[in-house]
């Protein structure tokens, strides 16, 4: 089982810029969660899917984060324009079930640098 | 979901038993005790949880106190590969109740001195 894949791993980016952050859940599994984790505010939920619908997203900052699941097996996480604040890590995770109570599985998190 | 409360750091000597204590004074009757860790530069990862009774499984064991206002993650034989911040989580299983999202808090951050 190869985990929960994210890509990139880091990236580096401009003021303005879009940035589009992927991801590869674990498969049969059908919750997926985006999380942002800073020194300043730890690790906070973005948005939550479960069967590819968006659940939850009040956890998304503003207008200019926006998330898609088009099939099972792939989440993108997409910020325009980016800006300086929006650097920190991004992980996704994944669980199996309605994602309330299940153990939820981590990717290795995209370090996103906005100078 | 309620709040814990956990020491910021705490230091062990590596192949020595490490306890990490989590209290969790307004526990409900149906809140679970999760226990994940983060590893640097890594997501985080499950360790354990448990309802009422001590719980082991590979990587750890979970104490839990008869009042349920505190519990305690046992490392029977700490490693550097250890070393990383524990979160102490509680989750309402409580369907209708509870929140799909993992609320972290601070943790402790675990030091393994070799």
């Known amino acids: 089982d190869a985990g929960v894949i994210q890509s990139p791993r880091h990236e580096v980016t401009e003021m303005g810029q879009e940035v589009t952050l992927r991801c590869k859940p674990i498969?049969?599994?059908?919750?997926l969660f985006w999380y942002r984790q800073t020194m300043m505010r730890g690790l906070e939920l973005l948005i939550y899917?479960?069967?590819?619908?968006?659940i939850d997203d009040s956890g998304m900052p503003e207008d200019r984060f926006s998330a898609k699941m088009p099939n099972a097996s792939f989440s993108t996480l997409k910020i325009q324009p980016s800006e300086p604040r929006d650097s920190a890590v991004y992980f996704c995770a994944s669980s199996w079930g309605q994602g309330r109570r299940e153990t939820q599985y981590f990717g290795p998190g995209t370090r996103l640098l906005v100078l | 979901d309620a709040k814990t409360t956990q020491p910021n750091s705490m230091e062990s000597n590596e192949e020595e038993p490490v306890h990490l204590p989590c209290n969790h004074s307004t526990i409900s009757g149906t809140d679970y005790i999760h226990w994940y860790r983060q590893l640097p530069s890594q997501g985080p990862e499950y360790v354990i949880h448990g309802l009422t009774s001590n719980v082991n499984n590979r990587m750890a064991s979970l104490a839990i106190a008869e009042d349920r206002k505190s519990s305690t993650l046992i490392l029977h034989r700490a490693t550097l590969r250890d070393a990383a911040v524990y979160y102490c989580i509680l989750r309402d299983q409580n369907v209708r109740a509870g929140s799909y999202q993992l609320t972290f808090g601070k943790g402790t951050k675990l030091s393994v001195i070799p």
């Open positions: 899917f479960n069967n590819n619908v968006p």
């Open positions: 498969s049969g599994h059908n919750s």
